[in-house]
């Protein structure tokens, strides 16, 4: 058992011992790569707190840098939530983009992460959180004031409405 190896290229060859310490021929070397551990991704677009009206939004990172096995995918996560217990989109996405279209938004708050899996299926850590707003409706205002075929005498007079609330 060979311990204490690291991400990295190794050689190893091996050659007989007699109880006389006669040595033998060394055998043919053989390589190996130990590879553990896949650099984190960082975010691009759309910026923390983006606020759109996309219903389709596209988010992009930079590649994870060198592995030294290289980068299989990467896992994008959507959630309602920064605890990302509340998924509304998951993508696996080839390793050579570094984009992704988010479908199917509606008028609420998201947060988004991305993380590299090389091709010996170790995965990176996940990128730092980023959040975004997708409003893509106004509710319709209330009319208060006047009442419908009011009549009056008045030129200038005062008219209310009720407010509405909006996700931005």
Known sequence: TVTGLYND???WRVRAIDDLANGGPYSSTRGFLTDTIVNAVTLSQPSDGHETTAIDLVVSWLAAGSDSVGIDSYALEVSKNAGFTAMVFTDTIDGTRSNDTVTGLYND???WRVRAIDDLVNSGPYSSTRGFVTDTIVNA???SLPADAHE???INFLVSWTA?????
Request: proline share 0%; aromatic share 24%; hydrophobic share 45%.
């Open 9 to 11: 290229t190794y050689f």
């Open 109 to 111: 708050t998201y947060f």
């Open 141 to 143: 205002a209330a009319l």
């Open 152 to 154: 009056t005498t008045v």
């Open 164 to 168: 509405v609330s909006d996700s931005v």
